[in-house]
């Protein structure tokens, strides 16, 4: 080992190995903390979703085996669980699914059973008829997947001899029932959760926001990728919004309890697709700041303050989101907030300006079109709140 190594390595001394252990501790214990809150909350979201299944199950059990009477129903409470499931969307369709793969599995295995016998190959044979057939008749996953797992059980567990077919026929369908009437009578908040999941996007979309903000005024960085990290993290939870919209209309068309939330779900359908467009402005705006910054590239500093009011109204129309009616904000101040800021996106902003500061200006306007429909302002009024930056613009200015 050359001299000068040797001398680098005794004059810089490694660390005590309790501290570093006691580090390590702690970084174990950090990790582990956070492991157990996230688990709390996905706990606690689910929280409702699981009671719904297990009620399902109990009831679908009890009408097949106590009062139809059929021996050993396990048909009807899977039925239940499967078509409930812990996903708020489409659930009458994984009803109606479910019963029409059972049937079809079953059909399809009591015909070839009853002539070819059970065997390996009398599976592979029957399996692959029944799949077949529900790809055919409907393109769903779980018609299939049930048809599959039906003509599975007939060619082994309810053979035709046995005489279960019409019995687990029946047996879905009383699953699928239950968890209608589960549905109906034992539902979720239609409009509760949709409303937490956009102004849980919304939040995220004003901290991206912000976060490019302050990387533009002090030239950095780093601020601006973790707002891109964060801005392209959005996607899971936009798919759970929609998907929280697709349950709140089944719950709002199926529930007397909630029949008067139809208004209410509808408007927060119509914001799905603008906040949408609204996270992918936001990522190319973000793209096109580190850009600007890494470029060093002359920024007029009114547009870093135009992306600033941008986050700070971001946050009213959260705020908005999860108003109750009314209670401020209402989508009129959201509305009136984000057209003080469309005043200030002039193109005399961009003037003499490089290309990546010109694309963070067009995406800024084309946020606050995205914006303002969340408000509840058509497109066409949306556009026409912003400042003309042709001398003929396809649709006249608000002055």
Request: glycine letters at 8%; a positive charge; aromatic letters at 4%.
């Amino acid at each position: 080992m050359p001299a000068a190594w040797t001398c680098w390595r005794t004059a810089i001394p490694e660390p005590p190995k309790h501290l570093a252990s006691n580090r390590f501790r702690k970084f174990n214990l950090d990790r582990g903390r956070e492991r157990l809150r996230a688990s709390v909350t996905r706990l606690r979201a689910s929280a409702f979703p699981v009671l719904q299944c297990a009620l399902a199950a109990g009831l679908a059990w009890w009408i097949a085996n106590d009062l139809i009477h059929h021996p050993n129903p396990f048909f009807a409470p899977i039925a239940a669980v499967v078509s409930l499931g812990l996903s708020l969307g489409a659930r009458v369709r994984r009803s109606f699914e479910l019963i029409a793969g059972v049937t079809v599995g079953i059909g399809v295995g009591d015909l070839l059973i009853s002539f070819i016998g059970t065997g390996a190959w009398q599976i592979v044979l029957v399996v692959a008829l029944a799949m077949s057939t529900a790809i055919f008749l409907d393109g769903g996953p779980i018609i299939a997947m049930q048809a599959g797992t039906s003509g599975v059980l007939v060619s082994t567990l309810i053979p035709p001899s046995a005489g279960g077919g019409p019995d687990r026929m029946i047996d879905a369908l009383i699953g699928g029932l239950v968890c209608l009437l589960v549905i109906a009578f034992v539902p979720t908040h239609p409009v509760l959760r949709a409303r937490q999941s956009a102004a849980g996007i919304l939040g995220t979309a004003a901290e991206v926001l912000q976060l490019v903000a302050d990387g533009l005024v002090a030239n950095d960085p780093e601020p601006i990728v973790t707002a891109l990290h964060k801005a392209r993290d959005t996607q899971a939870a936009i798919d759970g919004l929609r998907s929280s919209l697709t349950g709140g209309r089944e719950i709002s068309r199926l529930s007397p309890l909630y029949w008067n939330s139809r208004d209410r779900l509808e408007r927060l359908s119509r914001a799905a697709d603008p906040i949408d467009n609204a996270l992918r402005n936001i990522r190319v705006l973000a793209r096109r700041s580190l850009s600007l910054v890494r470029d060093d590239e002359i920024l007029d500093p009114r547009l870093v303050d135009e992306v600033e009011k941008l986050a700070h109204a971001v946050e009213v129309l959260r705020r908005m989101v999860l108003a109750d009616p009314g209670q401020q904000p209402d989508r009129a101040e959201a509305a009136r907030v984000l057209r003080s800021v469309a005043a200030g996106a002039k193109a005399e902003l961009v003037q003499n300006a490089g290309i990546s500061a010109t694309v963070v200006f067009a995406q800024i306007r084309s946020l606050i079109v995205d914006l303002l429909q969340v408000a509840g302002l058509s497109r066409i009024s949306a556009i026409a709140t912003l400042p003309p930056t042709v001398p003929k613009p396809a649709y006249p200015p608000d002055l």
